[in-house]
């Protein structure tokens, strides 16, 4: 989910669309395994400046919460990626082994784009995973519908996007950032599908991927205890630039949204913490504003 904190409004949108067969066509076998998801992210760019920050705490089906996962990813300096949702996926189909991780799908996809010189290798990027993506998950909904609904049924899936990424790269001095949204349908009566929403943000936005309850409190500003929170935040930056301003706040959000989780994981695990990382990209380059030792710099 997006939530904006500027009066931008977002821009260049694309849907795609793939349908599950009729059920009278044959369909391969699949079969699922080593499911893990979870996640915020925070992105928006501003100028000449793109940044994304990110949670570090991942789960995977019946094991513990790991807190060392790295979700953000710096490709030759020319993209910078993060993704929240699925992030991998072990999938048998027709007797054919596919592993899903949105990382591995994203640096070939960003190797191809560099090598290839596109004009803007964030898009090129993100638009080859979504592709690799769609054509994946549809061959897996095709070989096993049921247990594909069933499998992301707990997660919310059904009432939201199941993986989602951000790609963003600087060219011609202005920063770019695209985000991709797979979402997974199944109105009653009806055979499920898999839709895909392609679309270039707008800049001066807060985008949050998966996990945004705290992250709309702080931006609304209704809630009175995370008022005072920010207030006491905004009064300890003292004069910032609005540039500044804006990327510490996105820092913020998601430095908050760790700090805040358990707020709202009422009755079940905590499946936001860890350390953040955060790393933005400038005409001049890469940075990485924190980042774990287990993480690369760059790939």
């Known amino acids: 989910m997006k939530l904006a904190f500027s009066v931008a409004l977002l821009t260049a949108l694309v849907a795609a669309s793939i349908a599950a067969p ?20 925070v992105a928006g760019a501003l100028d000449d400046e ?38 991998r996926l072990g999938m048998s189909i027709d007797g054919k082994r596919h592993d899903w991780d949105s990382h591995v799908i994203a ?33 897996a909904l095709k070989g096993n519908p049921e247990g594909f609904v069933r499998m992301f049924a707990p997660v919310g899936a059904l009432k939201d996007n199941f993986t989602q990424a951000v790609f963003a790269d600087v060219e011609n001095g202005r920063a770019r950032i695209f985000l991709v949204e797979l979402h997974l349908a199944h109105p009653p009566q009806q055979l499920p599908s898999i839709h895909a929403k392609f679309e270039e943000l707008p800049q001066q936005n807060a985008t949050v991927m998966s996990f945004n309850s705290v992250t709309n409190e702080f ?15 905004q009064s300890s930056l003292g ?26 994981y009422v009755g079940e695990p905590v499946g936001v913490g860890g350390a953040v990382d ?22």
């Open 22 to 41: 009729q059920l009278a066509t044959p369909q391969p076998q699949a079969s699922f395994d080593n499911f893990r998801h979870g996640t915020v992210v």
């Open 107 to 139: 640096k070939q996809a960003a190797m191809a784009a560099i090598a290839s010189h596109s004009e803007s290798p964030a898009r090129a990027t993100a638009e080859g995973w979504r592709d690799c993506a769609l054509d994946l998950f549809t061959k």
């Open 50 to 87: 793109a940044l994304i920050a990110a949670d570090s705490r991942g789960k995977a089906t019946h094991d513990k919460f790991d807190d060392k996962d790295c979700k953000l990813s710096n490709y030759s300096g020319k993209v910078i990626f993060g993704s929240a949702g699925l992030r």
């Open 278 to 299: 955060v790393v933005d990209i400038r005409p001049s380059g890469v940075r990485w504003l924190s980042r774990k030792p287990n993480c690369k710099e760059v790939e």
């Open 239 to 264: 004069f910032i630039s609005p540039h500044d301003y804006y990327f510490r706040y996105l820092n913020q959000l998601a430095v908050w949204s760790v700090e805040f989780a358990s707020d709202f």
């Open 219 to 233: 931006i609304s500003g209704q809630n009175p205890k995370f008022n005072q929170i920010k207030i006491a935040w």
